[in-house]
């Protein structure tokens, strides 16, 4: 099966988000598995007027988020029925473009450059960082921010992908990482999960030096 096949069969499984969060908002970022949960998109800064790409960006809900903010936004996936769903819930949204391409395979391929770069439980956990984060740098504006999150290494949840797929690091471990790709000010949290869950979030964010 390929990579495609095999994130399309995940998609079929995966449960629509609510149509609202607790606050009555029809858009928001969520960057951890559970609703009203973590912080929002002040993690990225101001987005207004800024290039946002999402790499892994599954039916498109947080990038549609963004560019409801004045952000222009660019999600890729590798499973071509996220794009299709995408396009069915937020088609309607200006200056929101969906793409089905494995992610080190659009980075390579395009001549655009971001400002911001997010990857939510997405792609930059199941590729290589060796791999992908000379090609996100490449393509982002000095001062730019990456942002990302994934479950913390050891965590024994029901997780995606197949055994062996996540590049799942502890703190110390990504700024060493995101440090000799080009990203400083790393800043790498263990998000505690909300009472009753057992499940923490790594939340990381960096800036493209
Ligand atoms: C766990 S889902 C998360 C989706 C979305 N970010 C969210 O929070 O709902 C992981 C997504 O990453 C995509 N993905 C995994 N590996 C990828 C790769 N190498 N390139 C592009 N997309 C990838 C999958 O197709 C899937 O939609």
Redesign the pocket.
Request: charged content about 10%.
């Given at each position: 099966m390929t990579?495609a096949e095999s994130?399309d069969r995940?998609?079929v499984g995966s449960k629509p988000r609510r149509t609202t969060n607790a606050r009555g908002e029809t858009t928001w970022l969520n960057w951890t598995q559970y609703p009203d949960h973590g912080p929002n998109e002040r993690v990225l800064g101001p987005v207004a007027g800024r290039s946002v790409l999402e790499?892994?960006?599954?039916?498109g809900s947080?990038l549609a988020h963004l560019v409801t903010l004045g952000a222009t936004g660019v999600g890729?996936?590798?499973?071509p029925a996220?794009e299709e769903k995408a396009r069915q819930e937020w088609g309607h949204v200006a200056g929101l473009q969906f793409r089905t391409a494995?992610?080190?395979a659009f980075l390579a391929a395009t001549s655009e450059t971001f400002d911001v770069v997010l990857s939510?439980?997405?792609?930059v956990w199941?590729?290589d960082p060796e791999k992908l984060l000379p090609l996100v740098r490449a393509r982002m504006a000095t001062g730019g921010i990456l942002a990302f999150s994934h479950l913390p290494p050891g965590s024994q949840a029901p997780r995606?992908g197949k055994a062996g797929m996540r590049h799942d690091h502890t703190p110390d471990e990504w700024v060493h990482i995101l440090g000799s790709h080009g990203f400083g000010d790393v800043n790498a949290t263990v998000l505690a999960p909300p009472q009753g869950a057992e499940v923490a979030t790594m939340l990381v964010r960096a800036v493209a030096s």
């Open positions: 990579l994130w995940y998609a790499l892994g960006s599954g039916v947080n890729v996936d590798v499973a996220r494995e992610a080190t939510i439980f997405g792609a199941f590729v995606p």
